[in-house]
């Protein structure tokens, strides 16, 4: 006969004791909800003018040069305060292509110069003329936000070229000098024309002052269609290191939803679970988070 050994008893497993964690408390979880969400606000006002800034205006930029290329191409870009069909161009229509080879750069200028037109690329100040235009156009950038496309301009020297094409044609411009607060401009002859690019300078993102490129046009100036307005139709918010106001609603808005986000997390938290309620919760965070961010960066100086 075949012997047969007996089964091996199996050996009893002996089960980890799974820890439950104690429920947290509506204060508790209102704290720490409150917390995070300041923390958040932080962070992505940090993300705003250090990363997502620089990607929002290089969209921009693409978006306005496009439109622009198609209106040169259409013979139909504005060339003063108001469009072919006598409508004030709005504020943040691309108007013009500025190019400064020896800085690298090659933006699209945009009308107004509020905080939020300055989010997308160097405005223009509206009371004044367009470059090649006779008079002084000004044109705004910011220093280190959102792009920062002004950030070297203190770098400019005597003898530098900066072309702007405009719905008039190629204008070209040679630098004559750099000048800080304080400093005096010299007068502009009747029929000249002079464009003078403003920033801040200092630190980045803790300006000191102003800097102010001046430029000489190297040809003829061209003809500017009459003013309909001038510097005391402007607002405020479109002077050199000033903040724009009129995001307040949207800033309003904005907080509002990140609060019922909130809310919505604490609730979710009691009754979900942990982990699933930030799957949910973290993409409603960040976008809201990442608006107000937004938003409030408007109420900062416009050439920071």
């Not at 800085?103 to 905080?115: A, H, K, M």
């Not at 405009?166 to 002079?194: I, K, N, Y």
């Not at 976008?287 to 920071?304: K, S």
């Amino acid at each position: 006969m075949t012997a047969v050994l007996p089964a091996r008893p199996e050996t009893p497993t002996r089960g980890r004791a799974r820890r439950v964690r104690p429920p947290v408390s509506p204060s508790v979880a209102v704290l720490s909800t409150a917390l995070g969400l300041v923390a958040l606000l932080l962070l992505a006002f940090v993300a705003e003018v250090a990363v997502v800034g620089a990607v929002r205006h290089a969209r921009a930029q693409t978006l306005g040069f496009a439109t622009l290329r198609s209106e040169l191409a259409e013979g139909i870009t504005p060339i003063g305060q108001t469009d072919s069909d006598g409508n004030v161009v709005a504020s943040g229509h691309p108007i013009a292509l500025l190019e400064i080879p020896e800085l690298g750069v090659r933006e699209v200028v945009r009308q107004g110069s509020t905080s939020s037109v300055l989010a997308a690329g160097p405005g223009h100040r509206r009371d004044t003329p367009y470059p090649g235009q006779a008079g002084g156009s000004l044109i705004l950038g910011r220093q280190a936000g959102y792009g920062g496309p002004f950030a070297h301009l203190d770098d400019l020297s005597r003898g530098d070229t900066i072309v702007v094409t405009t719905g008039q044609g190629v204008q070209t411009f040679t630098v004559t000098g750099l000048r800080h607060a304080g400093d005096p401009a010299f007068a502009l002859a009747a029929g000249e024309s002079r464009l003078t690019l403003i920033s801040a300078t200092g630190p980045h993102f803790l300006p000191s002052g102003t800097v102010r490129v001046d430029a000489e046009l190297t040809s003829t100036p061209v003809a500017a269609p009459p003013f309909v307005f001038g510097a005391s139709a402007l607002a405020p918010a479109e002077q050199a290191m000033a903040g724009d106001r009129s995001s307040a609603l949207a800033l309003y808005l904005w907080a509002q939803l990140l609060l019922l986000a909130g809310v919505a997390l604490v609730w979710m938290r009691s009754v979900w679970g942990r982990w699933q309620t930030w799957v949910v919760a973290v993409p409603v965070l960040a976008l809201a988070g990442l608006q107000v961010a937004h938003q409030f960066a408007m109420f900062l100086p416009n050439l920071l």
